[in-house]
T-cell receptor
């Protein structure tokens, strides 16, 4: 099983809403990642978790709050987002953070109204 | 200067053509290198890891030149199904990966 799953597939939210994106993998990977991808742009790294601890935060605004409840799950909590935060949010995992291949989930397409 | 720079493209080629993509990176401490492929409205999927010794997988050949900080991908005998955006990815340690802007390939009949 080399699958990373993400829910929901699509999400529309208002600027005052609170929502969460979920990501799951059962490959025994110990590193998990959140990326943001705008249209016609490459994915941009947001957060890296290594062994369930946040190891990289790429200066992401605090309205995005990651959480890693266990080694298989990664959440991204959203609050008070702006329309410019509309994007495809991709989760990925890898065996560890050293140099391993990252496997991507299908993403959540987020629209902020 | 961008950390990872790719040929801007787009590349429009006929079926059966050979096409090459190039990518340069600025951080000499970079440790791992990959080519990913991304289809429209889909997630990136690994195409190949890239090694100094070069590696080949069927019609695809990837090469790394650490001295010149340069990565390449060669696609031979292009198929219609090769149409996609190809992303060069460079990773420092600790999982910090940087994607190139991507090069779009369209293979036409």
């Amino acid at each position: 099983d080399t699958e990373v799953t993400q829910t929901p597939k699509h999400l529309v939210m208002g600027m005052t809403n609170k929502k969460s994106l979920k990501c799951e993998q059962h490959m025994g990977h110990r590193a998990m990642y959140w990326y943001k991808q705008k249209a016609k742009k490459p994915p941009e790294l947001m957060f890296v978790y290594s062994y369930e601890k946040l190891s990289i935060n790429e200066s992401v605004p605090s309205r995005f709050s990651p959480e890693c409840p266990n080694s298989s799950l990664l959440n991204l909590h959203l609050h008070a987002l702006q329309p410019e935060d509309s994007a495809l949010y991709l989760c990925a995992s890898s065996q560890d953070v050293s140099t391993d291949t990252q496997y991507f989930g299908p993403g959540t397409r987020l629209t902020v109204l | 200067r961008k950390e990872v720079e790719q040929d801007p493209g787009p590349f429009n080629v006929p079926e059966g053509a050979t096409v090459a993509f190039n990518c340069t990176y600025s951080n000499s401490a970079s440790q791992s290198f990959f080519w990913y492929r991304q289809d429209c409205r889909k997630e990136p999927k690994l195409l190949m890891s890239v090694y100094s010794s070069g590696n080949e997988d069927g019609r695809f050949t990837a090469q790394l030149n650490r001295a010149s900080q340069y990565i390449s991908l060669l696609i031979r005998d292009s198929k219609l199904s090769d149409s996609a955006t190809y992303l060069c990815v460079v990773t420092l340690n600790a999982g910090k990966s940087t994607f190139g802007d991507g090069t779009t390939l369209t293979v036409k009949p």
